[in-house]
Nanobody, 126 residues
Framework: QVQLVESGGGLVQAGGSLRLSCAASGRTFNSYDMGWFRQAPGKEREFVAAMTWSGGSTLYADSVKGRFTISRDNAKNTMYLQMISLKPEDTAAYYC???????????????????WGQGTQVTVSS
């Protein structure tokens, strides 16, 4: 089992930057593909980015490509989401998620992930 704790959210002006972290418990962090999702008020949770267990492959939602970068440090059991050029529409609660590695899958789907964090709020003011 994996427990996930997000941090790094906050209030930032449009055009600013934030780096989110997701700390994972357990010794098998490198057995998990990882993802970031977000949920704005009144909207469904949506995919943001994902990275395979090895870090060899990444996926991004079109809305964040070129602005967000997902990374992980398996030695520290931590995943990151570097966000630059933030926009008001990026305002949401951001969640990290873990998927026990089992080969190919639909990383864009919430159903693919086995564990979730509690979320960290990102608010971008205009």
């Amino acid at each position: 089992q994996v427990q996930l704790v997000e941090s790094g959210g906050g209030l930032v002006q449009a055009g600013g930057s934030l780096r989110l972290s997701c700390a994972a418990s357990g010794r098998t962090f490198n057995s998990y593909d990882m993802g970031w999702f977000r949920q704005a008020p009144g909207k469904e949770r949506e995919f943001v980015a994902a990275m395979t267990w090895s870090g060899g492959s990444t996926l991004y939602a079109d809305s964040v490509k070129g602005r967000f970068t997902i990374s992980r440090d398996n030695a520290k059991n931590t995943m990151y989401l570097q966000m630059i050029s933030l926009k008001p529409e990026d305002t949401a609660a951001y969640y990290c998620a873990a998927r026990y590695y089992r080969g190919r899958g639909n990383f864009y789907s919430q159903r693919e992930y086995d564990y979730w964090g509690q979320g960290t709020q990102v608010t971008v003011s205009s």
